[in-house]
Structure formats: C-alpha cells, structure tokens
C-alpha cells in the first residue's frame, strides 16, 4: 500500500482523538473530523481504536457530515485490522447509508 499522504496532515495521536472526541457542531470546518478519523490510520494504539469505535457510535445517521466520519472510521479500523471492534463493525452491516455498509463489508473482510 502507498503510504506518502499518510502523515501529510501533521497530527499527533491526541491531536486527532481530542478532534474526533469534539462535536461536529463545535468544529470549524466539518471536514476535520473526517481528516482526524483518517489519519489514526498511523497510530494502531488502543486509544485510536476507542476514539474510532466512538466516531461511530456517536455519529447522527440523520446528517450526511455525520454519516461520512461514521463510513471513513469503520474503512479506518478495518485497514488496522482492529478486531476487538469487530462487534461495533458487525452493526454497521444494518446501517440505512449503503455506503457505510460497504465499508463495512470491506472492514470485516
């Protein structure tokens, strides 16, 4: 795999979780928690899969900003092969958006 752009960003682990953890709402552009969610890629610690099972399951499927942090966490945790977050993943298979229960289907394989 081709990681050039992995770190392209310039977070740290915490950096990444404190954005994750912060209300889309209180963010300034919402597209930061997406950059978060995707670079906790470089960092397979058991905080960022916490922080990455906590991207989905506080995510608003009502809200396509929302819906999006929610589709990239569960393609996150798959590329980390995370699984102790299989079961949360699972769930995702129900999931109303098509294109997280794609992600989904890919993260379990």
């Not at 990455?52 to 999006?68: G, V």
Request: hydrophobic share 40%; aromatic share 6%.
């Amino acid at each position: 795999m081709d990681k050039r752009f992995f770190k392209m960003f310039g977070l740290t682990e915490e950096e990444a979780i404190a954005i994750i953890d912060t209300p889309l709402e209180q963010l300034e552009d919402a597209s930061d928690k997406y950059i978060a969610v995707s670079h906790l890629i470089n960092f397979p610690t058991e905080q960022s899969i916490a922080a990455l099972l906590r991207a989905i399951e506080t995510s608003n499927p009502d809200e396509l900003d929302h819906r999006i942090v929610r589709r990239k966490a569960v393609e996150s945790l798959g590329r980390l092969q995370a699984q102790s977050a299989l079961p949360v993943i699972r769930q995702c298979l129900k999931d109303d958006d098509i294109y997280t229960v794609e992600n989904t289907v890919w993260a379990i394989g």
